[in-house]
């Protein structure tokens, strides 16, 4: 795996600092646009599709939670 | 709910779309947004170009341009319309209804009805179930459904989320007696959900003073004040993708269908990611889901169905007859369908106000 979740992150938000936050969304680090534009990354990055339903905040609240969203959809 | 109808058609669609265009980049160049995180959302979300009306105009004049290019051309004359319905959630006054400021405006007859709804993004599909509701009536042949919303004046220009998706648009749809087809609607609402979509302040329960007027950062540089739209994207995109698959399905098979006897799927148009990702669940290609409203002009919120149906669809509608399945979604929350024959129609045009 080339790209890395964190390395996503920092291209949609690279002033943010994620490594200091326990939950991207409630701390403002990533608003549903930001979300968007993380998905279509992801999609990109590691040829999967995810589905509509799954683009939900705590799918992004952590790489934790993305990695897990990311292995379940290979 | 499901609804049944029958006896009753849609005769013409009229787009009316404000002249003035912003484009996305150039709106997005007025806030602190990295040029690249814009391109970005350009491309994945489809915005780009959008149509919005100037500060002073009001849904009562976009509404009254149309109607009267309508009576000009001979389409439909104005005292052949016994009910008018304006769905709208910019009225012009609280009181008295916009509907009522058109019918005046245009002296229209006095034996009518007039009535405003207060809906959003499935606000034509709550037209259309209203207007066949009303032409069950011996006395009411045809109806004047409005939808118009200028929305852009209550989402604040320092709401770079909100501000520079937002169009404005009015379309006019005669519904008459007529047609052998059943015409079958579902609604479903959710008002446990009202927060996701909402003007916090300027009615009853927040009147507008000096401090809903103050604006302030939500904490991702969107500024907006209590008196501006304020929109939880995760909450509505959430709701559209786990609800609308299983409210289509659902109207498909009441009605007897198949998806494969559905031509096409007109579809409420928030951004292509949203309707894509619908698609996708749905299983419908893409090519029968119509998703480049936003790109062009804007969401202009319960517009957008006739705005596909006057932009994507008008050559195929005014030659021959289909089975549409129209859906709209959002405010409320609401989501609604509606499963019918459209076609031909006698007329299905755009103008610029």
Not at chain 1, 51 to 57: L, S
Not at chain 2, 219 to 239: E, K, P, T, Y
Not at chain 2, 274 to 302: C, I, Q, T, W, Y
Request: aromatic letters at 6%; glycine letters at 6%.
């Amino acid at each position: 795996m080339s790209v890395s979740i964190p390395d996503l992150l920092k291209l949609i938000r690279p002033e943010a600092n994620f490594e200091c936050s326990d939950n991207f969304v409630e701390d403002d680090l990533l608003d549903s646009l930001d979300i968007i534009l993380l998905v279509n990354e992801i999609e990109s990055a590691f040829g999967v599709k995810i589905p509509g339903e799954q683009v939900i905040a705590n799918n992004f609240s952590s790489v934790d939670a993305i990695e897990k969203l990311v292995n379940s959809l290979k | 709910m499901f609804l049944k109808f029958s006896n009753c058609s849609i005769r013409d669609v009229l787009l009316v779309l404000p002249v003035v265009e912003h484009s996305y980049l150039e709106d997005m160049g007025r806030f602190d947004a990295p040029l690249s995180r814009s391109k970005k959302l350009a491309d994945v979300m489809g915005y780009d170009k959008r149509r919005i009306v100037s500060p002073d105009t009001c849904s009562s004049d976009l509404a009254v341009f149309g109607l009267q290019h309508l009576f000009d051309t001979k389409v439909i004359l104005p005292h052949e319309i016994d009910a008018l319905i304006v769905v709208t959630q910019t009225p012009d006054h609280f009181i008295p209804p916009t509907s009522f400021v058109i019918q005046g405006e245009l002296k229209l007859k006095r034996d009518m009805i007039c009535l405003d709804l207060v809906q959003g993004c499935a606000g034509f599909i709550l037209g259309l179930i209203q207007a066949f509701m009303l032409l069950g009536q011996q006395s009411i042949d045809k109806v004047a459904l409005v939808n118009v919303d200028v929305l852009s004046r209550k989402v604040s220009s320092r709401d770079r989320n909100s501000f520079p998706l937002v169009g404005d648009a009015a379309s006019i749809t005669i519904i008459e007696k007529g047609g052998n087809e059943k015409i079958w609607a579902s609604i479903k609402v959710d008002g446990t959900g009202r927060d996701a979509l909402i003007i916090p302040a300027g009615g009853m329960r927040l009147p507008s003073t000096i401090e809903t007027s103050v604006v302030h950062d939500d904490g991702n540089s969107n500024h907006r004040a209590l008196d501006h739209l304020v929109m939880d994207g995760s909450a509505v995109f959430n709701f559209v993708q786990t609800e609308i698959p299983l409210l289509i399905s659902e109207i498909i098979s009441q009605a007897d269908l198949t998806d494969a006897d559905v031509d096409a799927y007109v579809f409420h148009q928030p951004n292509r990611f949203m309707l894509e990702k619908l698609a996708d669940k749905m299983k419908v290609p893409h090519s029968k889901m119509p998703m480049n409203v936003v790109e062009r002009f804007g969401n202009n919120s319960g517009v957008t169905i006739p705005t596909v149906l006057a932009t994507n669809l008008a050559e195929s509608l005014i030659k021959k007859s289909g089975q549409y399945c129209l859906a709209g979604f959002g405010v409320g929350l609401t989501q609604a369908s509606l499963l019918m024959r459209l076609g031909p129609l006698n007329s299905c045009n755009i103008i610029e106000f």
